[in-house]
């Protein structure tokens, strides 16, 4: 079920999916590196696949999940149980956060291009970052999913006008995160295509993951038409995934 915001994630279809996110996650933490006594932000946790897998880590530290979507959050609670080292807040990155925690390293996996300012939201992590702190982070990047994009553009005769991701490019991203006051940074795209054979699946996959906002924003009763309508005119069943990933540092004075 949808949260009572009808601009919400339905959580149950995103875990029934062929996540490519399992990676991604895997590629960040393998990056971020957390031991047990860390205490760790997860951004953007959405149902708290990272959240559970790091929470076995810190063994002595704990994990903060956050992301603005209650359905979302309300399926990570139920998935990861009651926890003394776990606290689950609900906040929007896309707003100057006013919350009081000091992490020792935060992550963010696919949730950085559904906001539309950057720099504010690399401002909140280096916050919540004590002095010292490391950030990791994957989120569609300059170029991502360029097939569904023109598909998109295509049929803006026809339907309203679109504009909910912010695909960045390398250089931008550097430049925001030295302005939220971040060094040791290396930013890189990451071509990553994905294809799902089976068409129902597919149909699924991207009105689950991808167009979710764009078919909130129609009535019921066009949905469909319009989600048939970007699947025949795509060349392939293929996602052309193209991943930022980044790290940096809050200098530790
Ligand atoms: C594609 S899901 C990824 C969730 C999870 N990190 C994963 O890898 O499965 C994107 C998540 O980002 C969250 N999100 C989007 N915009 C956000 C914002 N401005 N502030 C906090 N969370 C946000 C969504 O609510 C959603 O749970």
Redesign the pocket.
Known sequence: MRGEDSN??DPKS?DSMP?P??R??DRVLSALHPIPTDFVL?????????TAKVLEIVTSGGVIA????SS?LEALRSKVGDNERLEIVM?????ELELNYRCDAAF?????H??KDHQI?FSNLFRLLKPGGRLVFDCGGRGNIASIEGVLRSLLGQWPQFDVWNFAGVLETKENLVNAGFADITVELIKDTIQIDDRKVFAKYIST?VLPFHLAQLKVGERAVFLKDVIDRLPSQEIDYVRLFAKATRPST
């Open positions: 919400d994630w995103y996540l996110h399992l991604w996650g997860d951004a953007g946790c959405g149902t708290g696949r990272d956050l992301d603005k979507s979302m906040g929007d990155l896309g707003s963010s996996v696919a949730a950085l559904w906001v939201a993951l």
